[in-house]
T-cell receptor, first 114, second 111 residues
């Protein structure tokens, strides 16, 4: 049973560039949430996708955008990268109301902006 | 005010002792509560969930919830070196369909 898969695992980008991160949810899950985790901090909620629509959004600028595809996979796009965007980006999947049953996390994408 | 607060630690506990981790939350509408374990360089792993007041036990782990005090705790009995990790408290708001995490408590089990 495949868990949550994320790609790539590591990425180095230059300030001002754009990046796309990808996530495939666990089999049977239809909801994808994205989190940013800076070093030494807890995961910060970016947004959540369900039925190909953004359902909830955290306190992140419009430079952060996303998409969910009919097969429930998802992308996170970040434009005009800043040094402060360097972090571990976590994708979490759930079935239906994930806030009730908790999330399953992927292994993350480590983004470094130089 | 942070929505979910934890003591960042580090919390150092001798092997075989009980480790006690605490968390408070601000929104009384919170409905689901979780403890995640995160090893260095890895992603969070769900270890406990609790939804009603009282205690919930699973092996060496016990989660405690007190909604009146807006307080959640995790007890780890017979602590092992493999329990050394960061423990994240998380709170779910089903109406908002999102889970909010605390900043985590770093736990170190010393032999």
């Amino acid at each position: 049973d495949a868990g949550v898969t994320q790609s790539p695992t590591h990425l180095i980008k230059t300030r001002g560039q754009q990046v796309t991160l990808r996530c495939s949810p666990k089999s049977g899950h239809d909801t994808v949430s994205w989190y940013q985790q800076a070093l030494g901090q807890g995961p910060q909620f970016i947004f959540q996708y369900y039925e190909e629509e953004e359902r909830q959004r955290g306190n992140f600028p419009d430079r952060f955008s996303g998409h969910q595809f009919p097969n429930y996979s998802s992308e996170l796009n970040v434009n005009a990268l800043l040094l402060g965007d360097s972090a571990l980006y976590l994708c979490a999947s759930s079935q239906g109301q994930g806030a009730v049953y908790g999330y399953t996390f992927g292994s993350g994408t480590r983004l470094t902006v130089v | 005010q942070k929505e979910v607060e934890q003591n960042s630690g580090p919390l150092s506990v001798p092997e075989g002792a009980i480790a006690s981790l605490n968390c408070t939350y601000s929104d009384r509408g919170s409905q689901s509560f979780f403890w995640y374990r995160q090893y260095s360089g890895k992603s969070p792993e769900l270890i406990m969930s609790i939804y009603s007041n009282g205690d919930k036990e699973d092996g060496r782990f016990t989660a405690q919830l007190n909604k009146a005090s807006q307080y959640v705790s995790l007890l780890i009995r017979d602590s092992q070196p493999s329990d050394s990790a960061t423990y994240l408290c998380a709170v779910g708001y089903s109406s908002a369909s999102k889970i909010i995490f605390g900043s985590g408590t770093r736990l170190s089990i010393r032999p």
